[in-house]
């Protein structure tokens, strides 16, 4: 069966070229607290994938496919803007239906639309290889399957207009048959704003919605969120996002507390199958240290079926937490630093929304936020 594994990371940004920064430049700043390199990471460690995505031409909707994979700067991403086709606008217009659908405050002007190159095998693959076309496949006839709920892009970006570029887009497919996908994003959080910030006055979304945390408004005010989508190879679409929570008065005079919900939901299209959602995230290097306050869940879960479940944090008598449907499986990772956590959702499911929750808290030095590098990644199989 053909494996499909999509990241999303979050970090700050690399003002360059993909060509013009090296290998071990972006290595060094979205490596994880473990030191374990993603299948796209040790790729381009190994030179396996290109650097060089040639950019759409006049009236060209999709980009040509690349062989193995590739890795792009955001800086290189605006040869690829196709938000004001018609493609483009139905693809916006797929995933703010989603996102209202779900509470999300969204507007169609509120986002950009980036249309990527699909990841096809060797031209030849020699014994025991795969077929060149295994990840791709008709894009009319997969859309046909997917209940009316995905835009027409078979691997694109949707995000928002206001948010910095994202800063790393990557894809390898290994010779097994397995494509991972990558995309590194600027985040962190900024107390007391209720909206996304943008450098210029223009069209924002709330982050206030039905999905929002429950939660004191005395004690925990909100510091900033995204939602996003990501989609590779026609395979599925996964919606993710993260918002961030100050804790007013958290009783430590020398410290400031932020907490950190991150969310995600996926949903295979045509003959694929979800496996695998994951929501993880940790600190970014060089920036403040953190101290850990709280975390949910607590543990692995496992129920079999779809239930409601709460993930929250408890800092200074202040809850704050979001209800998430758990379905099958979840599992956690949590790590010795503080901020490295994670919850993967584990099963195998067709054409079903599927979701993924995780709240962490975490301190500061007075004066000073918290900057994370989040990660969101995905599996599909044919």
Same mark, same amino acid.
């Given at each position: ?30 490596? /994880? ?6 299948? @796209? =990471? !040790? %790729? ?6 290109? #650097?060089?995505? +040639? ?108 948010? /910095? ?6 894809? @390898? =497919? !290994? %010779? ?6 990558? #995309?590194?994003? +600027? ?196």
């Amino acid at each position: 069966m053909a494996a499909l594994l999509v990241a999303l990371t979050v970090l700050h940004p690399i003002h360059a070229t993909a060509s013009d920064t090296t290998a071990s430049d972006i290595l060094a700043r979205v490596t /994880p607290p473990d030191g374990q390199l993603d299948p @796209v =990471l !040790s %790729a381009l460690a190994a030179g396996r994938i290109t #650097t060089h995505v +040639q950019p759409l031409a006049a009236g060209q909707i999709t980009p040509d496919p690349v062989v193995n994979g590739y890795v792009l700067l955001g800086s290189d991403l605006d040869g690829f803007d196709i938000t004001h086709t018609p493609q483009g606008q139905a693809e916006i217009g797929a995933f703010v239906e989603r996102l209202r659908a779900r509470g999300e405050s969204a507007s169609m002007d509120a986002f950009l639309v980036f249309s990527l190159p699909d990841v096809k095998g060797e031209i030849d693959p020699g014994p025991g290889g795969i077929d060149p076309n295994d990840m791709r496949i008709d894009t009319s006839a997969v859309n046909a399957l997917t209940d009316g709920d995905g835009g027409p892009l078979s691997s694109a970006i949707v995000v928002p207009a206001c948010a /910095p570029r994202p800063e790393l887009v990557g894809a @390898v =497919l !290994s %010779a097994a048959g397995e494509l991972m996908v990558k #995309t590194t994003i +600027q985040t962190a959080a900024k107390a007391g704003t209720m909206r996304v910030p943008c450098d210029n006055p223009q069209p924002t979304r709330s982050i206030n919605s039905a999905d929002d945390p429950t939660y004191d408004s005395d004690a925990w005010t909100p510091a900033g969120g995204l939602c996003w989508e990501r989609k590779q190879n026609n395979t599925a679409w996964f919606d993710p996002c993260h918002k961030w929570f100050h804790r007013t008065d958290d009783g430590n005079p020398d410290r400031s507390t932020y907490a950190l919900s991150q969310y995600g939901t996926g949903k295979s299209k045509g003959i694929y199958e979800l496996d695998e959602l994951e929501v993880q995230s940790w600190r970014e290097k060089g920036t403040p240290d953190q101290d850990w306050e709280d975390w949910s869940p607590r543990s692995d879960l496992e129920v079999g079926y779809c239930t409601t479940k709460t993930v929250g944090v408890n800092v200074a008598a202040a809850y704050i937490e979001q209800a998430a449907t758990l379905c099958e499986t979840w599992d956690i990772h949590k790590g010795e630093e503080p901020a490295d956590f994670a919850t993967r959702w584990r099963g195998d499911v067709a054409r079903s929304e599927r979701e993924t929750a995780m709240f962490i808290a975490t301190s500061v030095p007075n004066g000073y936020v918290p900057h994370d590098i989040v990660d969101y990644d995905y599996y599909a199989w044919s």
